[in-house]
């Protein structure tokens, strides 16, 4: 079955309600984010098509780039406009981004070529088995755009970075994890800390330097003086990297926690959405066995590495018909935040 994106609104209000997909169990966090609706009425918003089609750098030869799966999407606004930077998949699985743009942040059209793909380049034997996957795009103070992303070789999912002045054109910076010690450790989904400046959402300076969460069995933490070269949080005594959030035994997220989309700072400290799924035992009974479903951490916003509070519950989950079927079942898995229009 081919994969669709499908599209999650968020609504920020001053007021209190209640969406028909929270459970009634819930404990509402005052800190967390409400009020998230999915728009049934659109999605799924984007679906696989098979007349996109480009040449490859590494066949030289015309692909039909998207004609498989269209998932993992991530979304950045850009002069008043929301700029939407997918997953795509060929018949063989490869996988590289495409973009599609609209000015309502609901109806998204396609442009015809891909903005990423592999290439005859330093990381080629990284991403040529599998591709670029799993992209979070952050704006810098300078208006530089970086983007973490997931390079897949058949076997290990490795965190890289790029950076872009108009989201078209990018230059790949390779591993995050550059450390011989690292370069075969599954590492991927990077969230950069950020903040709200006005209506942007730019990178975020703390005590001098900025913040990164990443991982997926747990969240870990990486912090540098720039956006390009990044230092591993490590424990001093075995030098092994330090976990700042772990699954938990009869939850929902007792399988695995990954970051979702960047983090953001607020009153009451360092929001983090995190995708999460149940574990075959030990888990939530509610949810059948590896669900993935959508929860919110918060970090202290001046020691972004102390855990303060969790959710108790999943905010949002699969419970719609195009959530529930898939290339993988019951998957929720959200990339993408924005302010956009208030909203």
């Not at 010690?181 to 006005?198: E, F, N, P, T």
């Not at 695995?256 to 360092?270: D, F, R, T, Y």
């Amino acid at each position: 079955m081919k994969l669709t994106i499908t599209l999650l609104l968020v609504v920020i209000l001053d007021g209190c309600g209640s969406v028909s997909e929270y459970r009634l169990e819930t404990k509402t966090k005052d800190w967390a984010v409400h009020h998230f609706v999915k728009v049934d009425s659109l999605n799924s918003i984007l679906e696989p098509e098979f007349h996109q089609v480009f040449q490859s750098p590494i066949s030289n030869k015309q692909v039909h780039w998207e004609e498989r799966n269209v998932l993992n999407p991530f979304v950045i606004v850009k002069n008043g406009k929301a700029y939407l930077i997918y997953r795509a998949q060929d018949k063989d699985l490869k996988s590289k981004l495409g973009l599609a743009i609209n000015d309502d942040g609901l109806h998204f059209k396609k442009q015809p070529l891909p903005i990423f793909c592999l290439d005859n380049d330093t990381i080629k034997q990284y991403e040529w088995q599998g591709g670029i996957e799993e992209t979070r795009i952050i704006e810098s103070e300078n208006g530089t755009y970086i983007m973490t992303y997931t390079s897949y070789d058949g076997k290990t999912a490795r965190l890289c970075l790029a950076s872009s002045k108009d989201l078209y054109t990018w230059t790949k910076h390779g591993l995050v994890l550059k450390e011989e010690k690292y370069k075969d450790l599954r590492s991927q989904s990077g969230a950069i800390v950020c903040k709200l400046a006005g209506n942007k959402i730019i990178a975020a300076k703390i005590k001098g330097k900025y913040w990164m969460y990443f991982g997926d069995n747990d969240l870990y933490l990486a912090t540098y003086e720039d956006l390009i070269h990044w230092n591993v949080a490590e424990n001093d005594e075995n030098k092994k990297m330090i976990s700042v959030l772990h699954p938990r035994m009869g939850y929902f997220d007792s399988r695995l926690v990954e970051p979702g989309p960047l983090a953001l700072v607020q009153k009451e400290g360092i929001l983090l959405i995190y995708n999460d799924s149940n574990a075959a035992n030990y888990n939530d009974s509610n949810l059948p066995k590896f669900t993935i479903a959508v929860s919110q951490a918060l970090f202290d916003k001046e020691n972004p590495y102390k855990f303060i509070d969790r959710m108790d519950d999943y905010f949002s989950h699969p419970d719609k018909p195009y959530e529930q079927t898939g290339e993988v079942n019951e998957v929720y898995f959200v990339e993408g935040l924005v302010y956009f229009k208030k909203k």
